[in-house]
T-cell receptor, first 114, second 114 residues
Framework: DAMVIQNPRYQVTQFGKPVTLSCSQT?????MYWYQQKSSQAPKLLFH???????NEADTPDNFQSRRPNTSFCFLDIRSPGLGDAAMYLC?????????????FGPGTRLTVL | GDSVTQMEGPVTLSEEAFLTINCTYT??????LFWYVQYPGEGLQLLLK?????DKGSNKGFEATYRKETTSFHLEKGSVQVSDSAVYFC?????????????FGAGTRLAVHP
């Protein structure tokens, strides 16, 4: 089945130690998104890629970066994680042309910062 | 800007009770509307969607009707089960700049007891 895959499902890192989360998709969608979701809150969009074009949300900290080496993969890099960055990180994809603007989500990576 | 407001939780029901979770939206354009469900420790799954006024989305016994006149998209189910316990997010998508930005409500936690 076509899907959005996130690895790892659980990631533990130390305060200030860089960490990379990965997302892959078999849907061949143009757009890939990264969301941060803290406990009992709605997902918050960090940034997205429209093909190779990177689009940062205005309030996303510089500590968060992203890479999309090809259509299928997208990475979230946290350069110096702080305790406040502990959260669930969700990857999503969508098709641009046609469709109903639906986004397809991966299962998420839960990040713990010690 | 666009926004989504949904009823605060938690909503606690007995099995087989009727469920309504209210959702209203503010949008300048003609958005698509969605309900996503998030089970504990997992990512978001699309529950149902509607793309234009008077459309009814339905899935797994859940229904919601896109009401443009009241700017609402209330979620209903006639008989809930324990397995429906989850957090439900109402969202709208307005295609801006060629991609599909989702704007979420704060989420409503549903707890169903036997």
């Amino acid at each position: 089945d076509a899907m959005v895959i996130q690895n790892p499902r659980y990631q533990v890192t130390q305060f200030g130690k860089p960490v990379t989360l990965s997302c892959s998709q078999t849907l061949n969608h143009n757009v890939m998104y990264w969301y941060q979701q803290k406990s009992s809150q709605a997902p918050k969009l960090l940034f997205h890629y429209y093909d190779k074009d990177f689009n940062n949300e205005a309030d996303t900290p510089d500590n968060f970066q992203s890479r999309r080496p090809n259509t299928s993969f997208c990475f979230l890099d946290i350069r110096s994680p702080g305790l406040g960055d502990a959260a669930m990180y969700l990857c999503a994809t969508s098709r641009v042309a046609g469709g109903t603007n639906e986004q397809f989500f991966g299962p998420g990576t839960r990040l713990t910062v010690l | 800007g666009d926004s989504v407001t949904q009823m605060e939780g938690p909503v606690t029901l007995s099995e087989e009770a009727f469920l309504t979770i209210n959702c209203t939206y503010t949008a300048t354009g003609y958005p698509s509307l969605f309900w996503y469900v998030q089970y504990p420790g997992e990512g978001l799954q699309l529950l149902l969607k509607a793309t234009k006024a008077d459309d009814k989305g339905s899935n797994k016994g859940f229904e919601a009707t896109y009401r443009k006149e009241t700017t609402s998209f209330h979620l209903e189910k006639g008989s809930v089960q324990v397995s429906d316990s989850a957090v439900y997010f109402c969202a709208l998508s307005d295609r801006s700049g060629g991609y599909n930005k989702l704007i979420f409500g704060a989420g409503t936690r549903l707890a169903v007891h036997p």
